[in-house]
């Protein structure tokens, strides 16, 4: 499976981005997608994760109400809408890929590149 993200940038606070991950390969063999996110000198954390099949999502408490993670699996692609963006959601965001949900928060089988995103105040 390989995954390919997009739609990073620079934004001010209170705006919105929307990140893409188009998945390609052996899809079939994924449920789990999920976006992490990762800053110089910490661990990558997940941000927001869901089951395509059954659309269970998960949110880290940090972008609860604000993040929305979705997919159109009929195009293999997930979705990670941010709004409300805050300063310390600058980060490195990854896509990544899991047979499952749990699998997918806690170790993923695949990952797609990195894509910048800086939130300025």
């Known amino acids: 499976v390989q995954l390919q993200a997009s739609g990073g940038g620079l934004v001010q606070a209170g705006g919105s981005l929307r990140l893409s991950c188009a998945a390609s390969?052996?899809?079939?063999?994924?449920?789990?997608l999920g976006w992490f996110r990762q800053t110089p000198g910490k661990e990558r954390e997940v941000v927001a994760a869901m089951n395509w099949a059954s659309f269970s999502t998960y949110y880290a408490d940090s972008v609860k109400g604000r993040f929305t993670i979705s997919g159109d699996i009929s195009k293999n692609t997930v979705y990670l809408q941010m709004n409300s963006l805050k300063p310390e959601d600058t980060a490195v965001y990854y896509c990544?890929?899991?047979?499952?949900?749990?699998?997918?928060?806690?170790?993923?089988?695949?990952w797609g590149q990195g894509t910048l995103v800086t939130v300025s105040s």
């Open positions: 990544a890929a899991a047979n499952t949900l749990a699998t997918v928060k806690m170790s993923p089988q695949y």
């Open positions: 390969g052996r899809t079939f063999t994924i449920y789990g």
